[in-house]
């Protein structure tokens, strides 16, 4: 059977797509899954993760494989990645346009992550009308949340009025994700808090995908 493929996409830069991608990648890995990566996003983000994590501990790559990929060649790249893997995420750029669509096109589920600010709010429309023109089922992720604040609280009124899913999971504002992410490792390998939150996404995520 062909790998479920999750597409996390979101117009505005700066919202933590990168983050959400290797996180949920690391989330399936734990769970025994063979995961592939493949970064669209000419910053190279993800990449550079990937190479950080390999350089620093090749045996923590395994099951885990990557791919670099433009937006003509994602649909081939993907179909190649997902004859051996469970689950392959594709990391977009920050953008909406036609060069978004084909990474659209091949996904079993859309993931939009929403940092905590009304600008990241009002660039999700974009992501969601091409989703729709291409018929593919939404999931927002609220991501950098700030429990307890007013900002948070509204942010997160205003995304569930937007008209679709909005996860039950959300990933806080932690200091151990960027710096994780910055050795080439992910807050979900240390007990704690974070840890708890991946998981609660992944199997969040888990159960859509099994529902489509």
């Known amino acids: 059977m062909a790998g479920k493929v999750i597409t996390v996409a979101q117009q505005k830069g700066g919202s933590g797509k990168t983050t959400l991608a290797a996180h949920l990648a690391l989330g399936f890995l734990a769970e025994g899954k063979r995961v592939g990566l493949v970064d669209l996003d000419p910053q190279g983000s993800l990449g550079r993760w990937y190479v950080t994590r390999l350089e620093a501990d090749a045996a923590a ?14 649909s081939m790249e993907v179909r190649k990645m ?19 669509r084909p990474a659209l096109r091949v996904a079993h589920l859309v993931l939009v992550p929403i940092a905590v600010g009304h600008m990241d709010l009002w660039a999700t429309e974009g992501v969601m009308d091409l989703a729709a023109r291409e018929d593919k089922p939404l999931l927002l992720v609220m991501n950098r949340t700030r429990a307890g604040t007013r900002l948070g609280a509204e942010v997160a009124e205003a995304a569930k009025a937007l008209g679709a899913p909005l996860a039950k999971a959300m990933l806080a504002q932690r200091v151990g ?12 390998e240390a007990k704690g808090p974070a840890r708890d939150e991946v998981t609660a996404l992944v199997a969040e995520v888990a159960e859509r995908l099994k529902a489509g």
């Open 61 to 74: 790559c395994e099951g885990l494989d990557f791919a670099t990929s433009s937006a003509w060649g994602i």
């Open 82 to 100: 997902a004859g051996t893997c469970d689950v392959v995420i594709i990391d977009t750029p920050p953008k909406v346009d036609s060069d978004l």
């Open 177 to 188: 994700y960027a710096e994780a992410m910055g050795r080439g490792r992910g807050a979900v």
